[in-house]
């Protein structure tokens, strides 16, 4: 498997980027930023990887996220991943805002990307939080860092 394969815990989030690389979206800062869901996206990842740590995977309710994406959460898919993850980067440790981006078309999503902090000094993975207009989690992956989207 690769990396990739590896690190991405949601099919949901293949689903909704696929249709976000064919939009457009721009960098948020100053008012959008304090409008959009950014404390949303922050606690749901925090809440996830914490629960996964601690080995007891958290399952999603439906004002949390969309269906694709609580039917791919399973607790045994959250376990498997988070093993995945632990194997590469050690324990999830906490998450440091980088940026926000959302779509320029319809519908609205916002892209929150967020620096992992894991067990090993080298580990700092782009946690990546895809939340839709209804602040719903529509995707959420854990990447290799790079700078630009």
């Known amino acids: 498997m ?6 991405l815990i949601s099919v949901g989030l293949l689903l909704q980027l696929s249709g976000l690389a064919q939009s457009n979206y721009e960098e948020l800062s ?24 601690a ?6 309710k439906e004002s ?4 694709a994406v609580q039917e ?9 991943t988070y093993s995945a993850i632990r194997d590469l980067f050690g324990d999830y440790q906490s998450i440091t805002f980088e940026q926000a981006l959302q779509t320029t078309t319809n519908p609205t ?38 700078d630009n989207l």
């Open 30 to 53: 100053g008012d959008a930023l304090a409008s959009a869901p950014l404390k949303t996206a922050q606690a749901l990842a925090n809440t996830l990887l914490t629960a996964q740590k």
């Open 72 to 80: 791919e959460f399973s607790a045994e898919k959250q376990s498997q």
């Open 2 to 7: 690769t990396i990739i394969k590896i690190l």
């Open 109 to 146: 999503y916002y892209i929150f990307r967020f620096r992992g902090e894991f067990e090993r000094d080298n580990a700092q993975p782009e946690v990546r939080v895809v939340i839709n207009e209804a602040k719903q989690l529509a995707g959420f992956s854990i990447v290799p860092w790079q």
């Open 64 to 67: 949390e996220a969309i269906a």
């Open 55 to 60: 080995g007891q995977p958290y399952l999603l």
